[in-house]
């Protein structure tokens, strides 16, 4: 029974990538209108200003990461899927698109654990998603994410050049 959960929540598999590249193919749609009208709500993040990094560059500046959104010292134990050249978030359903159609995918960003918990009660909850859709961490596992179809920002095969050669041959721009 609660597998039959998990698939329904799976958006996408291994088994849908060639069926999601003849359908890009076909859609007539650039790379990034494709991604948009398959998503799930991509979500604007509000990055630190330069004059906010620096006020809050010295608070926990001992942690080795920085949080996106606020400058401050984190963990890097929370984390997001930062898309469209650097000012939106993607559902971890969606990660699938962003690594097989470009769409900015810029991997994994931090988010201090104060501001995901800001950022869930202001932006997510109010519009019915789920924070687990959202961000990467412990405290962060969607259910399908065990399902061993599933495909996140790590398991597109291949190198990185691999990846961009599939990229431009499905959007028509390889030579």
């Known amino acids: 029974m609660n597998k039959e959960k998990n ?10 990538v060639e069926e999601l590249k003849n359908e890009f193919k076909n859609s007539g749609q650039s790379s990034d209108e494709f991604i948009e009208s398959k998503s799930d709500p991509i979500l604007d993040v ?7 990094w620096e006020k809050n560059e010295k ?27 650097g000012s939106s978030m993607a559902s971890k359903k ?5 690594s097989l159609f470009g ?7 931090c988010i201090g654990s104060t501001c995901a918990k800001k950022f869930t009660k202001e932006v997510l909850k109010p519009q019915g998603l789920d924070p687990k859709d959202y961000f990467w961490g412990k405290d962060y596992i ?15 095969g291949g190198t990185l050049e691999d990846q961009w050669e599939s990229h431009w041959k499905t959007s028509g721009n390889y030579e």
Not at 46 to 52: D, F, I, K, L, Y
């Open 7 to 16: 698939m329904d929540k799976l958006k996408y598999t291994k088994a849908s």
């Open 46 to 52: 509000p990055h630190a200003t330069w004059e906010v």
């Open 59 to 85: 608070i926990n500046w001992k942690f080795g990461d920085r949080c996106t959104h606020c400058g401050r010292g984190a963990t890097g134990t929370v984390m997001y899927h930062l898309v469209f050249g």
């Open 94 to 98: 969606d990660s699938l698109l962003f």
């Open 103 to 109: 769409g900015g995918d810029m991997a994994l960003y």
């Open 142 to 156: 969607a259910d399908y994410e065990n399902d061993p179809n599933y495909l996140g920002i790590q398991d597109v």
